[in-house]
């Protein structure tokens, strides 16, 4: 099993990472990446990946762990080598929050800036009481009632570890190298300095939440972005302040993702932490906050190496603040590196002002239809898509508890949506935990400033977490997202941060533990169905009902039945219409993707749907939508009312579960297993076979924690990979080979990142 559930992984392992038909048939010298943690010799284990036929990727200065390619076949020497305590695949991670859904994308460029002028601000120049009232970022937080008390957050560093930050004109001040690193670092190798404009632009919005400094001067009053504004937030058309949480606070780009934002193994974000160490043990920058807004999934939450790297960061006196993830509203989605004990972890709010102001100019430029100036654009879409006042938990924002009982996120901030200019000072909203993540990422760092300048005393992580977190604001968020699993200790806010900070009463900060999930069936019995069904539920925007419910080995087929949906249909007049969002994950916990993940707009669609979920297919709608086993552990069904609803949305819900499935018998091949440990299993397909069905069991599947990662690749009999079908997020996996030909076919399995012995069972069902 893999963490990582996108076909584009799956392809990109295939491609660049596996070739087991030259491997397996021949020691043809194939490798995978992994990542290895050892408490013994780094240089005995650097010499012994060597001496097996490996090559180092990295070796990292400052935390025991190496990145290496390993032959195949010497995974399990090496998880024996002397020292070795953990070794994991090195995954891919990719941004988070890049483009959204097709209905609604996370990122909207300003479409036509003639007339529209970005002029820079000296931060140690702003004047706090000459700002006109208004409502943007740094007013939510309350930063702007701090700046003067901490020299607006100069003399903190913020390393940006991201796409690159670039000194456009809203961040020319802010933006610094470092001894040897005039332009940051890049740990990609792709060539493009951190600091190029050419380079994605999310590093830069990122750092524009931290430290902006800038406003806009509108020549002619009428302009749509002007007027989008100015109907919510009364700037004056010379001067519309785009100011970040620490205006005075400096910038230091770590390049991990490459120029086209592209997703990266896990070794190379280590290695731009491991540059954060060296300068800062070195002497060469002090950098006091480092801001990580990326993420995926995570198989032991609190221990994987991301974990190591930031305990590491912290006992240089460096606080690390991680975006919480965007697979919300789903419960347990929160992924690594948000899940360790030692960073912040940030979910996302929807403020109103913020929200209306993106709405009224979609309405202003595109109007209803979507298409831009095409006649029916005009005024008043901000109120149709946010007509009440409520500070919401963001829809997407991922949610708690995590696996082990700790509740999550830490603490919440602004993450839709958060307006900055990007690498050629084009201007955009973006949306997603990456941006409310640098928002308390700047809140931390005047805090910090505060601390150095005022105290004299050195970045303290424990002090500044404990601060953030005891001084987190939960009534600033409404009432139905008060759950700590919604919103964590609550909004960020920076006076209350100060005056605990001042009066040195953080105290201790517990791990809060979470609530219990709302479990609507018994525990599942063998031979039984047990159907649940609900009174009408009534949801406001961005409010939630979540169901969970235990599927087991005898589960046979869950059907989740919607029905008598209604809101009111204003899709004559709103840009995004009034809707139910749908989500449903299995039994997979952290920060995975959704099998189903749908808007649904009863007024065109008719008032009921239902999902169909089988040992393989399923189906939304009488529609085929996926296909994986079914999982043991619980499945998790969220339904919300879409953000941008003018209106609530009632529904009615049925959930039938079906336990007659006759678990499979007579396997083919068992052992135990343990990390690092590969077989290949030689199967006998004879003539005339239409189907052929693997199935890969084990103990430790995704109804326990930790989960145990194991992976099953299948190959003809000429030994050419025939499937990565058992190379996903399931558990158990699956691989179904059509019209197989006869002969001997192989399968291989190897154990990864496993922190206890296994048991495993293959099955072939051949039909």
Not at 140 to 162: C, K, L, N
Not at 519 to 548: C, H, M, Q
């Amino acid at each position: 099993m893999r963490r990582m559930g996108y076909a584009v992984v799956l392809l990109a392992l295939l491609i660049g990472l596996w070739t087991p038909s030259v491997a397996l048939a021949g020691g043809g010298g194939e490798t995978i990446d992994l990542l290895i943690q050892t408490d013994g010799s780094v240089d005995a284990l650097l010499d012994f990946i060597v001496s097996i036929g490996g090559t180092v990727s990295f070796r990292y200065k400052n935390v025991p762990v190496v990145a290496a390619s390993v032959p195949v076949d010497q995974t399990r020497a090496l998880a024996g080598f002397p020292g070795v305590t953990l070794i994991e695949k090195d995954e891919m991670v990719y941004l988070p929050d890049d483009v959204g859904d097709d209905v609604h994308p996370l990122e909207y460029t300003v479409e036509a800036m003639e007339g529209v002028d970005i002029q820079a601000v000296d931060p140690l120049s702003i004047d706090v009481e000459a700002l006109p009232e208004g409502y943007v970022n740094f007013l939510y937080t309350g930063a702007i009632g701090v700046w003067e008390a901490t020299d607006y957050g100069a003399g903190t560093v913020v390393a940006v570890v991201d796409t690159g930050v670039t000194p456009n004109v809203c961040l020319s001040h802010a933006v610094i190298g470092a001894p040897g690193f005039p332009d940051g670092y890049n740990a990609t190798g792709d060539g493009v300095p951190a600091t190029d404009p050419s380079n994605h632009w999310h590093g830069t919005h990122v750092g524009g939440v931290i430290a902006s400094a800038c406003a806009l001067g509108f020549e002619d009053p009428t302009n749509p972005l002007y007027q989008a504004i100015s109907t919510y937030l009364p700037w004056p058309p010379d001067f519309v302040p785009i100011l970040g949480q620490a205006p005075g606070a400096s910038l230091y780009p770590v390049k991990v993702f490459p120029q086209d934002g592209s997703g990266v193994p896990t070794s190379v974000i280590l290695d731009g932490l491991d540059h954060v160490l060296t300068l800062k043990k070195d002497g060469l920058l002090d950098i006091d906050i480092v801001n990580m807004s990326l993420g995926g999934p995570t198989l032991f939450d609190g221990r994987d190496t991301f974990d190591l790297f930031i305990r590491e960061l912290k006992a240089a006196n460096i606080l690390v603040v991680t975006s919480a993830g965007n697979e919300g509203p789903i419960p347990n989605s929160v992924g690594s590196p948000a899940t360790s004990y030692d960073s912040v972890s940030v979910g996302a709010l929807d403020y109103a002002p913020s929200s209306r102001v993106l709405y009224e100019y979609l309405g202003l430029t595109r109007g209803v239809d979507g298409v831009p100036f095409n006649g029916d654009e005009g005024p008043g879409m901000g109120m149709v898509m946010r007509p009440t006042d409520e500070t919401r938990v963001a829809n997407f924002s991922s949610r708690g508890p995590l696996s082990d009982g700790r509740a999550g996120p830490d603490i919440s901030a602004l993450g839709l949506w958060n307006f900055a200019a990007g690498p050629e000072n084009e201007l955009r909203w973006a949306g997603g935990t990456s941006f409310s993540s640098p928002t308390v990422a700047g809140v931390a760092a005047l805090l910090n400033a505060y601390w150095e300048n005022t105290e004299g005393r050195e970045t303290n992580p424990l002090v500044f977490r404990a601060v953030l977190l005891k001084g987190a604001n939960p009534n600033a968020v409404a009432e139905p997202w008060r759950d700590i699993n919604d919103m964590g200790w609550g909004a960020v806010d920076a006076m209350r941060a100060l005056q605990i900070l001042k009066e040195k009463s953080w105290g201790y900060v517990p791990f809060l533990r979470y609530a219990d999930l709302n479990v609507v069936l018994p525990r599942a019995g063998k031979g039984r169905v047990d159907v649940w069904e609900s009174d009408v539920i009534t949801l406001n925007p961005s409010e939630s009902f979540d169901a969970v419910f235990e599927v087991n080995r005898y589960t046979s087929k869950v059907t989740i039945e919607v029905f008598d949906i209604t809101t009111d249909d204003n899709s004559a007049y709103a840009y995004w219409p009034n809707a139910l969002e749908v989500h449903l994950q299995s039994a997979k916990r952290t920060a995975f993707r959704h099998p189903i993940g749908v808007y649904w707009y009863p007024f065109w669609y008719g008032d009921s749907f239902d999902i169909v979920v089988e040992d393989g297919p399923w189906t939304f709608w009488g529609i085929p939508w996926t296909y994986q086993p079914m999982e043991p552990g619980l499945m998790k069904l969220s339904l919300i009312g879409d953000f941008s609803n003018e209106a609530p949305v009632s529904f009615r819900v049925r959930i039938t579960r079906e336990n007659f499935r006759q678990p499979l018998r007579h396997p083919i091949a068992t052992g135990y297993i343990e990390m690092g440990d590969a077989f290949l299993i030689p199967v006998e397909i004879p003539e005339g076979v239409g189907t052929a069905t693997f199935d890969l069991v084990w103990h430790r599947d995704w109804s326990k924690f930790p989960t145990s990662d194991i992976d099953m690749f299948i190959l003809d009999p000429d030994f050419n990979l025939a499937s990565v079908d058992g190379v996903s997020g399931n558990a158990p996996e699956r691989a179904v080979i059509e019209s197989p030909a006869a002969g001997t076919w192989w399968v291989y399995i190897e154990g990864y990142e496993m922190y206890a012995r296994d048991f495993y069972r293959l099955y072939l069902t051949l039909e």
